[in-house]
């Protein structure tokens, strides 16, 4: 782990909650691009949900798009600037229940975007409601006694819906330690590469922490990654389009 | 260039390109389809990006992101579609982005169907989306209009930062006339600084995002803004509106047939005049300063509810009577609407 933070980190005027996976996910993006030498170029869409206060927290040319659109929206600065890396920042509510269709097209399309979608397994910016993402039997605001998986489904997995797409990397990280964090690098490097080549359509979906909707402590929202997210949301890569040819 | 024959909606994809639009995402509706599917195989013949987008919302959505990034961007729907596009004319509005939207109109609420009609006009000029918004309108009524009005479209939204939308309708749509195609023009991606190309170090990061965030006096950028479009963006054409004492008023394929009214009435001694905006919002109020002799207005429309007549009573301060000559199943006939005009004038009320 790096030190001292890129500095198109600003956060000068960064709202997120103190132990938030989004404040994270920033940090190592940005290194990502330093390292890469793509910090003067990336061009970003980040959702209108928590990740929309990156728009404050780095300094890449940036829209803030609406809930469940930035997928699209990243399609079309593609087109126009197809020398420029483009990458969607959403939340697991923008990417798998209101912007499914677009996320889901997208892969279909195979259109090459960078996609990071952070799964914090809930809404976070509206207070905690549940998402596709919500964990059987988890209190959040609007199942106060609980996910009823048999009205609300199982959780979504990425990995099951778009693995039979031909798209160029999917792959999940996690954000609750040293570790999960070094490795969920690796995994934005790849798909950055991929996309630089124009390999195509690239996920990285990242587990992270949201301690204020869940009511619990930075370090208990860290630990809940790890013993009831992980279970459920195996990290890995699940396509690497290159490697399976 | 010479003219050619074209479809009233192929000469708006091709006058698009001519226009330097080189970003089109659309989802086929009747009766706009043939703009996308022009524009399938026109726009990679010109160098540009096509894309035929699983909706309307992400149709919009990338016009969006086109538009930010410096892109000559438009999208086309009908009715349904149209609606879903609302939300994403909302944020360009929001954000300050140009583009261009086109409603090629088709008749009824809901699904309605696909024959032309002009019930949308509340939906364009009022802002069809949330907040506190409107957008500049342009109504052609020709193939030749629609042509010509893509550039000026264009123009207009660079200048204002601003989506402008084009009121068109199937049977312009679908029309078939004689059409000059304007001269093709370059646009260049990076002709301003605020579209997002790479944040150099050492300079100012650009954000695209809802103005009201970042404006220093938003209350007064936003309304000397819509003031300026009010003041400066009025177009209208004025046939035989000074002696007239009953004025028609109506836009697009209505207006057409208010023309041949026009002439037939005042054939018979009846003294019709006819404006037509050709801006739907801003509502041409200047127009109707030449009515000095008029009596009375009728407003000849392809709806139920006369959606212009109260534009035209605030035009008239509320002076003159208002009525509605409206049909919905075909495009109205030039005597009916001479008959309603010669009752209104008959009427001890004018
Ligand atoms: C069309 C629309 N519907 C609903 C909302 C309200 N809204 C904003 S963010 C959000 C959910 C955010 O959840 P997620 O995408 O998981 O992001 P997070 O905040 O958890 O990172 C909702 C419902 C909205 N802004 N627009
Ligand atoms: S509410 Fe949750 S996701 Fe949003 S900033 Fe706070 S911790 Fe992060
Ligand atoms: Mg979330």
């Known amino acids: ?245 | 260039m010479a003219k050619v024959l074209l479809k009233g909606n192929e000469a708006l994809a091709e006058a698009a390109l001519a226009a330097g639009c080189r970003f089109y995402s659309g989802y086929p509706i009747t009766p706009q389809t043939e703009i996308l599917e022009y524009l399938s195989w026109r726009m990679e013949d010109v160098g540009g990006e096509f894309i035929q987008a699983e909706s309307e919302l992400a149709g919009i959505n990338m016009v969006l992101g086109a538009a930010a990034a410096g892109a000559r961007a438009l999208t086309t729907s009908s009715g349904p579609g149209f609606s879903l596009k609302q939300e994403g004319i909302s944020y360009l509005v929001a954000a300050d982005l140009p583009a261009v939207i086109v409603d090629v109109m088709r008749i009824g609420t809901g699904l309605g169907d696909i024959s032309q009609g002009q019930g949308d006009y509340w939906q364009l000029t009022r802002g069809g989306g949330h907040g506190d918004y409107r957008t500049l309108v342009l109504a052609p009524d020709s193939v030749q209009e629609n042509a010509d009005m893509m550039a000026e479209a264009f123009d207009l939204a660079e200048k204002y930062r601003h989506p402008v939308l084009i009121a068109s309708d199937a049977a312009i749509g679908q029309m078939i006339e004689a059409v000059e195609i304007p001269e093709f023009i370059e646009h260049d991606i990076d002709k301003f600084d605020w579209t997002i190309k790479g944040c150099k170090k050492g300079t100012e990061q650009r954000k695209i995002q809802n103005i009201y965030y970042t404006h220093p006096d938003y209350e007064t950028y936003l309304a000397d803004k819509y003031a300026e479009m009010e003041e400066q963006e009025q177009r209208y054409e004025n046939i035989q509106v000074e002696d007239a004492e009953l004025v028609l008023v109506a836009y697009g394929i209505s207006s057409r047939v208010c023309r041949e009214a026009v002439e037939a009435a005042r054939a018979e001694g009846l003294k019709l005049g006819l404006i037509r905006p050709v801006t739907l919002w801003p509502f041409p109020v200047k127009a109707f300063e030449e009515a000095k002799a008029a009596k009375a207005f009728l407003t000849v429309e392809m709806n139920i509810l006369g959606q212009m007549v109260d534009d035209v009573k605030l035009a008239t301060c509320g002076k003159y009577p208002v009525d509605h000559y409206g049909s919905i199943f075909e495009i109205p006939e030039y005597d009916g609407i001479i008959e309603k005009a010669k009752e209104m004038l008959k009427k001890g009320e004018v």
């Not at chain 1, 691009?33 to 209108?48: A, C, F, P, Q, W």
């Not at chain 1, 803030?64 to 600065?77: C, D, E, F, L």
């Not at chain 1, 993402?133 to 006694?145: C, D, K, V």
Request: one cysteine or more.
């Open chain 1, 1 to 245: 782990m790096r030190l001292v933070a890129p500095e198109t980190v600003t956060f000068t005027e960064s709202g997120f909650c103190p132990g938030c996976g989004h404040g994270l996910a920033v940090r190592l993006i940005a290194e990502v691009m330093e390292e890469m030498g793509l910090s003067e170029k990336l061009l970003t869409i980040v959702d209108v949900a928590c990740g929309s206060l990156n728009i404050d927290s780095w300094r890449f040319d940036t829209i803030m798009a609406a809930h469940g659109r930035p997928i699209a929206t990243a399609v079309g600065v593609k087109k126009v600037r197809p020398e420029n890396p483009v990458m969607a920042y959403i939340g697991d509510g923008a990417a798998y229940s209101i912007g499914l269709a677009e996320t889901m097209h997208t892969a279909l399309r195979n259109d090459n975007v960078v996609t990071v979608v952070i799964n914090n397994s809930l809404y976070g910016m509206t207070g905690g409601q549940c998402a596709p993402t919500s964990l059987p039997g988890q209190i959040t605001t609007s199942t106060p006694r609980g996910k009823d998986t048999k009205k609300a489904g199982m959780p979504f997995r990425v990995e099951e819906a778009f693995t039979g797409f031909d798209i160029a990397y999917l792959a999940r990280g996690s954000m609750a330690d040293a570790r999960g964090m070094i490795q969920s690098k690796k995994y934005l490097q790849k798909a950055f590469e991929k996309h630089m080549n124009g390999e195509g359509f690239c996920l990285v979906e990242l587990l992270s922490a949201c301690p204020t909707n869940l009511n619990i402590t930075p370090v208990k929202s860290v630990e809940r990654i790890k013993n009831d997210m992980i279970p459920y949301f195996p990290l890995g890569e699940f396509k690497d389009k290159k490697e399976e040819e």
